[in-house]
């Protein structure tokens, strides 16, 4: 099954490193933190989960380039049931994009709008599958003092404690399992590939003079 919507959905033929495992441990209803390196397909690991489950997926991103990106990915892909809001909007596509919420199936918001207690109430009732927390390992650099709005993400995964919570981030601390833990008092099944890319490699050169440089 995960198989065939990766080929007829996505058009892949084959999981990349960590993707399936993520998928899988999703699928079987564990809060999972998967960390894989940038550029591996991340955004997968919770879109074939949503269109499995058939229910809504809420994603919190701190980055507006970001949930654009995904959000335009989607649409190329024909998903037409997605929905955005942070900050980089003007005041007429918010109004516009909250009255999609209740129809979305990808609803992408910023941790600040959804923590102001007039904008929560807009998706408290809705009933999401899923609770994505992308670029996780900011719950922890930037939760208490850059962003303190982060530090109450914990607030949102136990209003919606029916909801499986997927963290994803390229950068694993030492600390980030124990931060999320803490924060979201809920514990994580730790999926992780290797962040070596064999296609990169470095050299350290001594050179005499700065003619060898040049050659």
């Known amino acids: ?24 441990s999703i699928m079987s209803q564990q809060h999972t933190l998967g960390i894989l390196p940038t550029g591996s397909g991340k955004s997968l690991c ?27 990915q989607l649409k190329i892909n024909g998903e037409k049931r997605v929905t955005c809001i942070h900050s ?3 005041e007429i596509e918010k109004k516009h994009n909250i009255k999609c919420l ?12 959804l923590l102001q207690p007039s904008n929560f109430k807009l998706i408290s009732m809705i009933d999401f ?7 996780a390992h900011c719950l ?12 109450l993400i914990g607030k949102v995964t136990k209003h919606f404690k029916e909801a499986v919570v997927l963290a ?15 924060m979201l008092a809920i514990q994580f099944n730790v ?25």
């Open 46 to 72: 919770y879109q074939i989960p949503t269109y499995l489950s058939g229910k809504p997926t809420l994603i919190i991103s701190p980055l507006i380039s970001l949930m654009d990106d995904q959000v335009m």
């Open 1 to 24: 099954m995960l198989h065939d919507i990766l080929r007829n959905k996505f058009g892949f033929e084959s999981f990349k490193p960590g993707q399936q495992e993520i998928i899988e």
């Open 140 to 151: 922890s650099e930037w939760g208490y003092d850059f962003r303190p709005h982060y530090a």
């Open 102 to 113: 209740r129809h979305s199936r990808f609803i992408f918001l910023s941790p600040e709008f």
């Open 191 to 215: 999926i992780k590939t290797t962040m070596n890319r064999p296609n990169i490699s470095f050299k350290h050169l001594n050179f005499h003079d700065d003619e060898d440089k040049i050659e």
């Open 168 to 182: 994803l981030t390229a950068t694993a601390p030492p600390h980030l399992q124990d931060d999320l833990t803490e």
């Open 88 to 90: 980089g909007m003007d």
């Open 129 to 135: 599958g899923m609770i994505v927390l992308d670029e």
